[in-house]
């Protein structure tokens, strides 16, 4: 079935530790996107990315970056952990075709000690 | 950019009443506008959507209704439920070929039994 997964979808883990968000997904979709959120709050766009190579910084300040070497997938990454950045990071994607909506994976809850 | 104001943040009604949140934006080159459910620990779910060629839509018990020139749109929920207890997002999207959603800040609904 065609969806977007997540990976892990709970995280605790230490101060100053590396951290990769696995992103996926088998829509077929070119645009994928990166929102912080805490639980049932705004939802705060990180990064986005229009295709293969492409990225650019959401409107929300983020220590964290991204990459898009293949179409299906879209890592996040922090180089170095901080309680700051507990959260929960949910990512998107949506069709090329202007006016589409965006599907969401399950999200990642990140907690940071 | 966009800007768009969700209101009111959170509302109670009794089961069987109606529920309406609304939502202005500020770029008229807003033509899509789409709603989003988020159901405590889980992902935003698409629950209806309008583009700006279309005044009203509706889907069973929800509708939405837009005003292109005041701006402003609202989701509407006739005979409410409690599993329609959740927070509501809207979002506008730009006519252009980015796909960028601008989302209001929640509207969290509580319905009593």
């Known amino acids: 079935e065609a969806d977007i997964y997540q990976t892990p979808r709970y995280l605790v883990i230490g101060t100053g530790k590396k951290i990769t968000l696995e992103c996926s997904q088998t829509?077929?979709?070119?645009?994928m996107y990166w929102y912080q959120q805490d639980p049932g709050m705004e939802l705060h766009l990180i990064h986005y990315?229009?295709?293969?190579?492409?990225?650019e910084k959401g409107d929300l300040s983020s220590e964290s970056t991204v990459s898009r070497i293949r179409t299906e997938h879209f890592p996040l990454t922090l180089e170095s952990a901080r309680p700051s950045h507990t959260s929960q990071y949910l990512c998107?994607?949506?069709?090329?075709?202007?006016?589409?909506?965006?599907?969401f994976g399950d999200g990642t809850r990140l907690s940071i000690l | 950019g966009e800007n768009v104001e969700q209101h009111p943040s959170t509302l109670s009604v009794q089961e069987g009443d109606s529920a309406v949140i609304k939502c202005t934006y500020s770029?008229?080159?807003?033509?899509?506008f789409p709603w989003y459910k988020q159901e405590l620990g889980k992902r935003p779910q698409l629950i209806i959507d309008?583009?700006?060629?279309?005044g009203e839509k509706k889907d069973q018990r929800i509708a939405v209704t837009l005003n292109k020139t005041a701006k402003h749109f609202s989701l509407h929920i006739t005979e409410t439920q409690p599993e329609d207890s959740a927070v509501y997002f809207c979002?506008?999207?730009?006519?252009?070929?980015?796909?960028?959603?601008?989302f209001g800040s929640g509207t969290k609904l509580n319905v009593k039994p």
């Open positions: 998107a994607s949506s069709s090329g075709v202007r006016n589409q909506p965006q599907h």
């Open positions: 829509m077929g979709h070119d645009k």
């Open positions: 990315s229009y295709g293969v190579n492409s990225t």
């Open positions: 770029d008229s080159a807003s033509n899509y």
């Open positions: 309008i583009r700006s060629n279309v």
């Open positions: 979002a506008a999207i730009k006519r252009d070929n980015f796909n960028k959603f601008y």
